[in-house]
Nanobody, 124 residues
Framework: QVQLVESGGGLVQAGGSLRLSCAASGHTFSRYTMGWFRQAPGKEREIVAAISWRGGSTYYAESVKGRFTISRDNAKSTTYLQMNSLKPEDTAVYYC?????????????????WGQGTQVTVSS
């Protein structure tokens, strides 16, 4: 059974940084694309970033380019999202998810396992 556990969320002032982690278990982590998504109150879930199974390909939403960095450590079955220069509009619940594809996907339906989410709140 695949399990994803996010951590690292919290409350931070605008301009600050947070690092989210997502620890995976129950599958061969290195064979899956990993994605980070977020959902703000009243809004649809949206992709933030994704990384291919070997880390050679990444995707970033326009709203986070240059501020967020996705990475993964296959030896630790963990993916990370480093978030810098945070803005109040980054406030949301952040989820990690896995997709059984070698190619990075931006489509929610491509991701078949999800974590429980971690809250990120950025104050102005």
């Amino acid at each position: 059974q695949v399990q994803l556990v996010e951590s690292g969320g919290g409350l931070v002032q605008a301009g600050g940084s947070l690092r989210l982690s997502c620890a995976a278990s129950g599958h061969t982590f290195s064979r899956y694309t990993m994605g980070w998504f977020r959902q703000a109150p009243g809004k649809e879930r949206e992709i933030v970033a994704a990384i291919s199974w070997r880390g050679g390909s990444t995707y970033y939403a326009e709203s986070v380019k240059g501020r967020f960095t996705i990475s993964r450590d296959n030896a630790k079955s963990t993916t990370y999202l480093q978030m810098n220069s945070l803005k109040p509009e980054d406030t949301a619940v952040y989820y990690c998810a896995t997709a059984p594809t070698a190619i990075v996907s931006t489509r929610l339906y491509a991701y078949d396992h999800w974590g429980q989410g971690t809250q990120v709140t950025v104050s102005s």
